[in-house]
């Protein structure tokens, strides 16, 4: 925190004119604007280790679409750069403060306005808690079914700004396969509402996929309507293969692609990820001569029969020792491994996606990498969905250390276009991959996102210079 | 055709300047420029009932990327309207020609580049036929899955324009589910790629979907990379239910998607249409005292017990008779509705969508509608949507009787948004629904369509006047 604080505080007062402004601000908003130096530090960054530059102006705590709406007016108005933020539970940068910036927050419009269960769907604001509106769906026995590493505290606004993943994915789909309609304010201070809460809509174009994964880029996001599904009941079992080779782990992950069996969850961590965690939670994992240990959950009807399934698949690929559980236990490795690593030093880490099939090839890519660069590097993935998250593991605060750590991931991200892949899977580009988009994009398709991001702000005043 | 033939025919020359410019078209694309005007009627309209108000100047055969590329280079040169069109099967007037202007047909665009079993991917030509993608898919045992009911003769490139949908969707998802990646050539004749071949990917913006049901006013998609799927295999049931009340038939619906059961396809035929069929196709089902048929499809190892499920979620709601079926036979009625429904006289047919716990209010909505403008409508639904197709049949010829036929489609539509639904789930809007867009799209909201519409078609010669 200390690096926060020496950036994100103004040593200095504000200047006359700009504090003019704030007093128009606050003219409007009154004490929604939020000026305390402590409160613009908190509201000054996310997740990730993305440092702001610079203190904000101020913070405007919005309550209801119409304190976003004058907001985005005044900051039009006065060309302030805005950036956006829910929890700050992002991890690439994204909603990090601009200095003499606006910060926008929707924490606070966190009402669960309607949930209709027959029609499967849910009108919430943009601040409500993922894991909230899991938990109003389970009252009826539906399920929101996106669950990022951060359920518990990120913001559904969040959620839809970067798109963001989880380990349920692989099942159920991506946050923007679950939004139904968005209510969004355009940096002029319009409000528009894009999509439908039919199943089917081809009126217009698709603007709700648009602005999901826009990281607050093209509008504020203050009102979603969520598509809701029937919960999973029935028996659940999970399994634990331990494999002797990446390659084989990767077949059986294709493999298991193909059979039918329909995971709830599929993730695959090397064989440092696997010790670390095992060090730290021990669960008997026998880690001897492994590379990788994959593991699953098949909840329902099928759930039995689909975990047979995998076992055989694992068995027909080399598998050294597989085991079916009839709970949620084998999965607790995986769920803490983010939490162990971080543990373990400063983990400097990164999301990539290639096609499943080349999942093998990307743990391998990685592991050269973290050998020609002398780093340990951890890497566990969300295996049915190709998407992988190497970490570099660092000295606290060495600088050196981090730009090492930056040119490796680099590399990474490189490898991951080598094979067919993607940058980042769930993330976002934010303000820390924005110098590798040319990599993924060619300059005509570059240029077409620009004209998209130019046509909703031609002012340039929304989370510039991020994502696109 | 007598009425075709008298507008999209020219009975004068073209005038010198458009043979100036059309020879500089010929000169860069040869033979792949077609000028007959047998050729250029053929080419000027879809599958609806839209006419074109004037004979186009050309029609360019694309076989290539390069040729699309060239051929907008051209129109954007010389500010020609652009018409783009597929196998023209388009239902909303969306590929009409405009008059002295270019017609681009991807039709000939037809190879199949690639398919990837493993990563359940193949790239295509947009030019394929649809269920040619289909069974390439099957002979690996994967699916492509979007069916609109022109599966048989529709492109990819017209599928992805239109987002088409089919009887499958309630399944499987709308074709925009089922595309990974998008070449498409802009208005100025840039080659952009969208997507990724990942399952996930949150770099830039979702212009793939921005693309999929643009509707040919954002550019022309040349190629796509599509996800396929495990093709169910196992066990096949069918059931059709009769329902004496609507409403009951509604119930049901929202009861069976509430249940967990996954039917491959759920339809619902209104009295009007059954008898229609019934009469055309005899398969002994006793209509008497009934007021809707509902008919669904179950494939693979929980066909069996699905099947059961909604044969009591059906005896649960009042259902005077239902049957099971070990085949596709109880589905065929519902395959031949619509042409048997076009061969019963004129048919002037719609496409709008509700919620689906508002199904039974919309079809009491158009009956009343139909009682109270005195006309025949019958009316079938893809239920498990919410997605309704209700037709007028007027007399052939008669002019007055199709306007009265467009007003009596503009009250449904009115109907279907009064119930929280869209004005097109799965035709698109075209010139044919245009008119009725702001009912449907707030002043700023419509206004957001426009600028992503100007910012990829500055000029406006891509499909303009249409869609959005």
Same mark, same amino acid.
């Given at each position: 925190?200390?690096?926060?604080?020496?950036?994100?505080?103004?040593?200095?007062?504000?200047?006359?004119?700009?504090?003019?402004?704030?007093?128009?601000?606050?003219?409007?908003?009154?004490?929604?604007?939020?000026?305390?130096?402590?409160?613009?530090?908190?509201?000054?960054?996310?997740?990730?280790?993305?440092?702001?530059?610079?203190?904000?102006?101020?913070?405007?705590?919005a309550t209801c679409t119409d304190?976003?709406?004058?907001?985005?007016?005044?900051?039009?108005?006065?060309?302030?750069?805005?950036?956006?933020?829910?929890?700050?539970?992002?991890?690439?940068?994204?909603?990090?403060?601009?200095?003499?910036?606006?910060?926008?927050?929707?924490?606070?419009?966190?009402?669960?306005?309607?949930?209709?269960?027959?029609?499967?769907?849910?009108?919430?604001?943009?601040?409500?808690?993922?894991?909230?509106?899991?938990?109003?769906?389970?009252?009826?026995?539906?399920?929101?079914?996106?669950?990022?590493?951060?359920?518990?505290?990120?913001?559904?606004?969040?959620?839809i700004a970067t798109n963001a993943?989880?380990?349920?994915?692989?099942?159920?789909?991506?946050?923007?396969?679950?939004?139904?309609?968005?209510?969004?304010?355009?940096?002029?201070?319009?409000?528009?509402?894009?999509?439908?809460?039919?199943?089917?809509?081809?009126?217009?174009?698709?603007?709700?996929?648009?602005?999901?994964?826009?990281?607050?880029?093209?509008?504020?996001?203050?009102?979603?309507?969520?598509?809701?599904?029937?919960?999973?009941?029935?028996?659940?079992?999970?399994?634990?293969?331990?494999?002797?080779?990446?390659?084989?782990?990767?077949?059986?992950?294709?493999?298991?692609?193909?059979?039918?069996?329909?995971?709830?969850?599929?993730?695959?961590?090397?064989?440092?990820?696997?010790? +670390?965690?095992? /060090? !730290?939670?021990?669960?008997? *994992? $026998?880690?001897?001569?492994? %590379? #990788?240990?994959?593991? =699953?959950?098949?909840?329902?009807?099928?759930?039995?029969?689909?975990?047979?399934?995998?076992?055989?698949?694992?068995?027909?690929?080399?598998?050294?020792?597989?085991?079916?559980?009839?709970?949620?236990?084998?999965?607790?490795?995986?769920?803490?491994?983010?939490?162990?690593?971080?543990?373990?030093?400063?983990?400097?880490?990164?999301?990539?996606?290639?096609?499943?099939?080349?999942?093998?090839?990307?743990?391998?890519?990685?592991?050269?990498?973290?050998?020609?660069?002398?780093?340990?590097?951890?890497?566990?993935?969300?295996?049915?969905?190709?998407?992988?998250?190497?970490?570099?593991?660092?000295?606290?605060?060495?600088? +050196?250390?981090? /730009? !090492?750590?930056?040119?490796? *991931? $680099?590399?990474?991200?490189? %490898? #991951?276009?080598?094979? =067919?892949?993607?940058?980042?899977?769930?993330?976002?580009?934010?303000?820390?991959?924005?110098?590798?988009?040319?990599?993924?994009?060619?300059?005509?398709?570059?240029?077409?996102?620009?004209?998209?991001?130019?046509?909703?702000?031609?002012?340039?005043?929304?989370?510039?210079?991020?994502?696109?």
């Amino acid at each position: 925190m200390s690096a926060l604080s020496s950036t994100a505080q103004r040593s200095d007062p504000v200047p006359p004119h700009l504090a003019e402004l704030v007093g128009e601000l606050v003219g409007e908003l009154g004490p929604r604007v939020l000026l305390d130096p402590a409160q613009l530090a908190e509201h000054s960054r996310d997740a990730s280790r993305a440092q702001p530059v610079g203190a904000a102006l101020a913070v405007v705590a919005a309550t209801c679409t119409d304190d976003v709406s004058a907001a985005l007016r005044w900051a039009s108005r006065h060309r302030v750069k805005v950036s956006v933020r829910g929890a700050g539970s992002g991890l690439a940068g994204g909603a990090v403060a601009y200095p003499d910036g606006l910060v926008i927050s929707t924490a606070a419009m966190r009402r669960i306005v309607h949930l209709d269960p027959e029609a499967m769907l849910v009108d919430v604001e943009a601040g409500v808690v993922t894991a909230d509106v899991d938990a109003a769906a389970a009252e009826h026995g539906l399920m929101y079914a996106p669950d990022p590493a951060s359920h518990r505290w990120s913001t559904i606004g969040g959620n839809i700004a970067t798109n963001a993943g989880g380990l349920r994915c692989v099942r159920h789909g991506v946050t923007a396969d679950h939004v139904a309609a968005l209510e969004v304010v355009l940096a002029s201070g319009d409000v528009i509402r894009t999509g439908a809460r039919t199943r089917k809509d081809v009126v217009g174009y698709d603007l709700t996929r648009l602005f999901v994964g826009s990281e607050g880029t093209l509008g504020v996001v203050t009102g979603a309507t969520l598509r809701l599904r029937p919960r999973p009941t029935g028996p659940e079992r999970t399994f634990r293969a331990v494999f002797g080779s990446l390659v084989d782990a990767g077949r059986a992950v294709t493999a298991l692609a193909a059979s039918g069996a329909r995971p709830e969850v599929l993730e695959l961590m090397d064989r440092a990820s696997a010790l +670390a965690v095992e /060090a !730290h939670h021990p669960t008997g *994992l $026998d880690l001897r001569d492994s %590379a #990788a240990v994959l593991v =699953g959950q098949f909840l329902g009807r099928n759930a039995e029969q689909d975990a047979r399934t995998a076992e055989s698949v694992c068995r027909a690929h080399g598998v050294q020792r597989v085991e079916v559980a009839q709970s949620d236990d084998l999965l607790e490795a995986r769920r803490v491994a983010g939490r162990v690593l971080s543990a373990a030093g400063l983990r400097v880490s990164c999301d990539v996606g290639v096609p499943v099939p080349r999942l093998a090839e990307m743990f391998t890519a990685i592991a050269q990498i973290s050998a020609e660069e002398g780093v340990l590097m951890p890497t566990f993935a969300h295996a049915g969905d190709g998407n992988l998250h190497p970490s570099v593991i660092v000295d606290g605060d060495d600088d +050196a250390g981090r /730009a !090492h750590a930056e040119h490796v *991931l $680099d590399r990474v991200a490189d %490898a #991951a276009l080598a094979l =067919g892949g993607t940058i980042s899977g769930e993330h976002g580009v934010g303000s820390l991959k924005r110098h590798a988009l040319p990599r993924q994009l060619d300059d005509a398709t570059h240029a077409a996102h620009r004209l998209v991001k130019d046509a909703f702000d031609p002012l340039g005043i929304l989370t510039p210079q991020r994502a696109v």
